[in-house]
């Protein structure tokens, strides 16, 4: 695992957005049944979750929060020297870049990098490992790191592996140079095997498995969910000794790297990939359950954002005001993984925000 030490930054501030339409998983027991919404519910932790409507983009989610963030910390949109956009849900399919239509709306300067990143439940950390290296090794003094993703629109409604999963959200993390901020210690970590057991095969023309008639029509599958080509996959099992294998040893590397002990550690804030799965993780560590915060019920697994939505939804009150020794853990899609040990607050947290269909951008 790559380990990288980065000094002299700090989050100044963290903001969220999901949409207004709130959604509770009971409203699929007429395709379910409500035995198996139960059973699934219980598993996940997941109640209800925040859904896109046609039009509002994973863009707008991560506009909104970023302009509110922009607006609390006070800092003119001209300071901001580059804009990472992490997400696996972009607005366009080929081109442009969203991030280039973000800089626009934000009112940027047309002097700020901006450029997307294609990953989903590791893209977080990733991003705060970008921003904060370019302001450390680049002379940059400010960037936003933007990451979402609109999840729930991928799998088939058919599918009960994935479709009571994923909510919506989007994120907007303001990094700022900070000379006597403590180091950042990250390690991320990538296991290309695993590319086929959480994926969305076709849909594209010019992809792998190239868009035709017959890669939109959902058929049964042999685990007897409907889906099609075009409709996301995942193989649970495969998913879950992935994480149990890799992040355990991810989390010891990176508390060592940083020189802190697993009970200095105020908060563990894992992605939200499942309340079961979180669970079994913190038993297998030894970590207290009640440091790792779960934001499952409400929102469900949202992807890219759930790290920092986490964070503005159960740790607003605490971070607001004091400094926490955070461990942010994101792991999955790729196989992909990354964790970051970083004193994080006091600092700008706004509540989270909901955003109806009529802001959605009008280009």
């Known amino acids: 695992m790559a380990i990288a030490k980065v000094p002299g930054v700090r989050i100044a501030g963290i903001a969220s957005a999901v949409p207004a339409t709130r959604v509770p998983v009971t409203a699929a027991a007429e395709i379910f049944g409500a035995d198996i919404i139960q059973k699934i519910s219980q598993n996940t932790g997941i109640e209800y979750r925040h859904l896109t ?27 901001v020297e580059a804009l990472i956009f992490v997400t696996q849900t972009p607005d366009f399919p080929h081109i442009p870049a969203t991030s280039c239509t973000l800089q626009m709306r934000l009112g940027l300067s047309r002097s700020c990098a901006a450029f997307d990143v294609t990953l989903g439940c590791s893209g977080h950390v990733y991003g705060l490992w970008l921003a904060m290296s370019l302001i450390s090794g680049s002379g940059l ?23 009571l999963l994923f909510g919506d959200a989007g994120s907007a993390t303001a990094v700022e140079k900070d000379v006597t901020a403590s180091p950042c210690v990250f ?81 563990f804030v894992f992605h939200q990939a499942n309340k079961f ?34 964070i503005t939804t159960q740790l607003r009150e605490e971070i607001s005001s004091q400094s926490l020794r955070l461990l942010l853990v994101g792991f999955g899609v790729g196989y992909s993984w990354g964790a970051c040990a970083v004193h994080c607050g006091p600092l700008v947290a706004p509540p989270v925000i909901l955003v109806d269909k009529s802001e959605a951008w009008r280009c």
């Not at 003094?141 to 479709?163: I, Q």
């Not at 959480?198 to 889906?227: F, H, K, V, W």
């Not at 030894?286 to 920092?308: D, F, H, Q, R, W």
């Open 141 to 163: 003094s400010r960037v936003l790191v933007l990451a979402g993703d609109v999840a729930s629109v991928l799998s088939s409604p058919s599918d009960r592996a994935v479709s």
């Open 277 to 310: 799965m979180l669970t079994h993780l913190a038993k297998t560590m030894k970590v207290p359950l009640n440091k790792v915060p779960l934001s499952l019920k409400e929102y469900g697994n949202t992807s890219s954002a759930s790290i920092p939505l986490t």
């Open 187 to 267: 390690s991320m970590g990538t296991d290309g095997s695993g590319w086929k057991n959480l994926i969305i095969p076709s849909g594209m023309q010019y992809a792998r498995y190239p868009r035709d008639a017959t890669t939109c029509i959902r058929r049964q599958a042999e685990d007897n969910n409907q889906r099609s080509a075009e409709d996301l996959f995942m193989d649970g099992a495969e998913v879950f000794a992935f994480t149990i294998r890799e992040v355990p040893p991810l989390v010891n590397q990176v508390l060592n790297a940083a020189g802190w002990k697993l009970e200095e550690v105020d908060d």
């Open 53 to 79: 409507s046609p039009g509002l983009c994973t863009s707008d989610l991560c506009f909104v929060a970023a302009k509110r963030l922009l607006e609390e910390l006070r800092w003119e949109p001209a300071s």
